[in-house]
């Protein structure tokens, strides 16, 4: 069975100073300097494809819409023996940011056009767009079902098939299903936190290489997406309650921060 995990590997906004929130003129903010991460979805995503090859026999493929600084997440993917890691890096003018319809557009391309998948699992949104658009638009462009809320994922007792969880708005629901099928990772107890390769996988890893895909190789034009056009970016504040305690020296605020808040829940 051929799995191709799609993530996007986005700058960690909570890097940026308040005053860092400045656009330019095509509305884009200066995150050049953050490091790149898998979003918690991505993260479940990815270890639950990991899971799954543990139980099971899998080519395991991973695949990213980014430029070349997203390239240590795929190595850190490579190093956890994902077969394969393939990058397409769109022009420098796209702006894929809010635009799920064109990101469904390449991955749907890489499997019709480079290496035919039985599934495709993605992370249900990202920490950038947050559109939650991206599965079933991908589902729709390959004429494929697709589950949403996945919360846990199996081999089922039937050849071929998969067993999967996923989390309702009525509770927990188990379905047998056959690929092909495209899923949509939500919150994933089971599969919370992504393994952490040893150094010998790392060193091992550093020497492979990532694929890296033109759009003529994908079949695809050359001329920017115009499904979205970005009019504006606006910071929304998040404040945290918080009381500042004063005192003429550490003594006296120590003193203040027992007797007024801690005294009372300290007692048995």
């Known amino acids: 069975m051929n799995l191709l995990l799609a993530v ?20 884009r903010i200066d995150v050049s300097f953050t490091r790149r991460l898998l979003n918690g979805f991505d993260e479940s995503a990815a270890e639950m494809a990991l899971m799954l090859r543990d139980a099971m026999d899998l080519n395991l493929s991973v695949f990213t819409v980014a430029d070349a600084a997203a390239e240590p997440a795929l190595k850190q993917l490579l190093a956890l023996e994902y077969q394969q890691a393939m990058r397409v890096e769109p022009p420098a003018d796209w702006d894929l940011r809010f635009n799920p319809a064109m990101v469904a ?8 056009q480079i290496a035919e998948q039985t599934v495709i699992i993605l992370g249900e949104q990202s920490s950038e767009g947050q559109n939650g658009q991206t599965p079933l638009l ?8 697709c589950i949403t809320g996945v ?3 199996e081999p ?4 071929g098939a998969l067993r999967v969880t996923r989390q309702s708005a009525y509770g927990l629901e188990v379905m047998t299903v056959k690929p092909p099928l495209v899923l949509a990772v939500g919150n994933s107890p089971q599969a919370s936190v992504l393994r952490v390769p040893t150094l010998k996988q790392k060193l091992a890893a550093s020497k492979r290489q990532i694929q890296r895909l033109t759009l003529a190789e994908l079949a695809l034009p050359a001329w920017p997406p115009v499904e979205v056009r970005l009019c504006g970016l606006t910071h929304l504040a998040h404040q945290r309650a918080g009381v500042l305690i004063e005192g003429d020296s550490v003594v006296q605020k120590v003193q203040r921060l027992y007797h007024e808040y801690l005294r009372e829940r300290w007692q048995p």
């Open 8 to 27: 996007k590997v986005a700058p960690d906004l909570s890097m940026l100073a308040q005053q860092d929130w400045q656009p330019d003129a095509q509305w």
């Open 138 to 145: 991908l589902a729709e462009r390959l004429n494929w079902p």
């Open 105 to 112: 557009t390449l991955i749907a391309a890489y499997h019709q």
């Open 151 to 153: 919360c846990q994922l």
């Open 156 to 159: 089922a007792a039937e050849a």
